[in-house]
């Protein structure tokens, strides 16, 4: 009977949340504002925030993986044989993910933020997020495939790359913002998390 009134009460603040959601939405100031400010609840918007969750979980699997298996080199020796080498997949994958990660900071300077009232200012914007995520959004970016060079501190270089993993602390934030907008239940969410996170444990378990 509890757990009947519980879901009961778990749908209701969802249908609240929601409701909530679209009003925001049709308050949203679109004509108020400059063109290049961008409204976090665009379809389009919807769908960046799912593709950088999935650059997030490739960053997961792949990034330790690097570390424990793939020798760190400087990019003048990623094809030190004149053409397409073992290394060449990997890294031009890992830049298609930079460059991608490097679009959504620019998206993050632009993007209106609800705060009781629509924060569209574009100062007040980059104020935001200089605040919050850029350092761990920068960090994550850094390529260290251009400035390492041969010596003795290739290794505590390597280190640095564990900053990208830097970028799993936004999956939360992500999930909540797209489980506003899908219709599964709490309880589904919360299974579908810690198989998740058990996966990604196993993963980086074997790669330590």
Not at 48 to 65: E, H, K, Q, R
Not at 133 to 138: H, R
Not at 144 to 163: D, K
Request: aromatic fraction near 10%; charge should be positive; hydrophobic fraction near 50%.
């Amino acid at each position: 009977m509890k757990d009947l009134m519980s879901d009961e009460l778990t749908a209701a603040v969802r249908m609240d949340k929601q409701v909530e959601l679209r009003d925001h939405e049709n308050e949203f100031p679109r004509k108020a504002i400059s063109p290049l400010i961008v409204s976090p609840l665009a379809h389009w918007r919807r769908n960046w925030d799912i593709a950088m969750l999935l650059c997030i979980g490739y960053v997961m699997i792949v990034t330790p993986f690097e570390l424990a298996f793939v020798e760190l080199r400087p990019l003048r020796r990623q094809y030190a044989n004149d053409g397409p080498n073992k290394r060449t997949g990997l890294f031009l994958a890992n830049s298609t993910i930079g460059l991608l990660f490097m679009t959504d900071m620019y998206l993050n300077f632009v993007t209106a933020v609800y705060d009781g009232i629509w924060v569209t200012n574009h100062r007040d914007l980059a104020v935001r997020y200089l605040k919050s995520w850029f350092p761990i959004d920068f960090l994550s970016i850094v390529p260290m495939e251009c400035i390492v060079e041969e010596g003795s501190f290739v290794r505590l270089i390597r280190l640095f790359r564990l900053a990208k993993l830097l970028k799993v602390l936004k999956s939360p934030r992500l999930i909540a913002r797209m489980t506003k907008h899908i219709d599964v239940s709490t309880k589904m969410q919360t299974v579908f998390k810690y198989c998740a996170m058990l996966l990604v444990l196993i993963h980086w378990s074997a790669c330590a």
